[in-house]
């Protein structure tokens, strides 16, 4: 038997923060393709648009007026996903039919009064902001008694279902552990458990000796395209240092962070030669009260684009029904972002 060569043979990686596996078509990259597809022609948008409700001064949907705010601005979201008030009682007069009161509390993050700019176009001394309100929210909503979990996120661009280019985020919470958060639960710890020091701290050192997956880097941040990678261009932005949340970084790693989320952002746009999409978020320790010296701080960037500005990566039929599938090996992927320009398009 050959040996087993990432490039060219089909095979399947492990994913060892959630213990699952994904397929990997390798020989599939190679199919031919009708060639390159324009990037498509600029976007541009007014520094104020009268008509969105995240812009300085108007009128959200649910009546509400926003202030003539200069910088990050916060505020709960309107038409929430979970209330502060739901009974928490449980449905279970069947063991298969069951039902559970939930609460929650549910924020919308505006990252710039500039209707026109993304992370990607931002200061980095404006995402620094970004970060500093990502972490006084963690504390904030999180010192709620009932939150056991605040998953802050970026749903960016009309393909991810974000209805308004207005630069934001958003941030739901709630009294129980999301599914994702709990495969990283049980892993995390049993790999603590059995090394004496995080997984993703020990994969850190690992891709930082291997450095072919690595986009970018800096003191204190590393953005990889992860060996298990499941979408085309997915990244994962670790702390250096196995911090737990986002509250835990001090004024240096706050100010890198910013600095990575630039760099990542700009490379990311700089692919397709557009406003990059992506749903990207936070990874950090729970806020239930536990002690979790297992928890490593992380990002996951997820794009859904595979060749161009139009075509996108589908996950249907097998990856639905089976396991994720990918045809480009992560590899290939961080090589290809990692070898762009570090100035925007837009500025070249
Ligand atoms: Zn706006
Ligand atoms: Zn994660």
Same mark, same amino acid.
């Given at each position: ?24 078509? +390798? ?6 393709w ?7 022609p ?13 812009? &300085? ?137 059995a ?24 003191? =204190?941040?590393?953005?990889?395209? +992860?060996?298990?990678?499941?979408w085309?261009?997915e ?24 600095d990575?989320?630039? =760099? ?19 990874h ?8 979790? &010296? ?15 500005a ?13 396991? &994720? ?24």
């Amino acid at each position: 038997m050959p040996n087993l060569n990432l490039n060219e043979h089909p095979h399947r990686r492990f994913n060892p923060l959630t213990n699952e596996w994904i397929l990997v078509s +390798p020989h599939r990259a190679k199919r031919p393709w009708r060639g390159q597809v324009e990037p498509p022609p600029p976007e541009v948008r007014p520094a104020y648009d009268p008509t969105c409700y995240l812009c &300085p001064g108007n009128k959200r949907v649910g009546g509400q007026v926003n202030p003539v705010y200069t910088t990050t601005y916060v505020f709960d979201n309107d038409f929430p996903a979970l209330l502060r008030d739901t009974p928490a009682t449980e449905l279970a007069d069947h063991p298969l039919f069951r039902a559970q009161g939930d609460r929650g509390i549910c924020r919308v993050i505006c990252f710039s009064p500039r209707h026109d700019l993304t992370l990607a176009l931002m200061e980095t001394a404006d995402i620094r902001r970004v970060v500093d309100t990502w972490a006084e929210q963690t504390l904030d909503i999180g010192g709620h008694d009932f939150i056991g979990y605040v998953q802050i996120f970026e749903n960016k661009g009309e393909m991810m279902g974000c209805s308004d280019p207005h630069p934001h985020g958003q941030i739901w919470s709630t009294t129980w552990m999301p599914r994702e958060i709990a495969k990283e639960i049980a892993a995390q710890r049993d790999y603590f458990d059995a090394h004496g020091v995080t997984l993703l701290a020990d994969y850190l050192a690992e891709e930082q000796r291997r450095q072919e997956r690595i986009v970018y880097a800096n003191e =204190h941040w590393t953005a990889l395209v +992860p060996f298990w990678a499941t979408w085309p261009f997915e990244t994962l932005l670790v702390s250096n240092r196995p911090a737990r949340s986002l509250p835990d970084l001090d004024s240096g790693e706050r100010d890198a962070l910013a600095d990575g989320i630039h =760099h990542l952002t700009v490379r990311y746009d700089n692919l397709f030669l557009m406003s990059f999409p992506y749903s990207m978020g936070w990874h950090q320790q729970p806020t239930d009260g536990a002690d979790y &010296p297992y928890w490593h701080l992380h990002a996951h960037y997820y794009p859904p684009l595979l060749r161009s500005a139009t075509i996108k990566k589908f996950m249907v039929g097998y990856e639905l029904l089976a396991t &994720p599938q990918r045809d480009i090996p992560a590899e290939q992927a961080a090589a290809r972002l990692r070898d762009l320009s570090d100035l925007h398009y837009s500025r070249a």
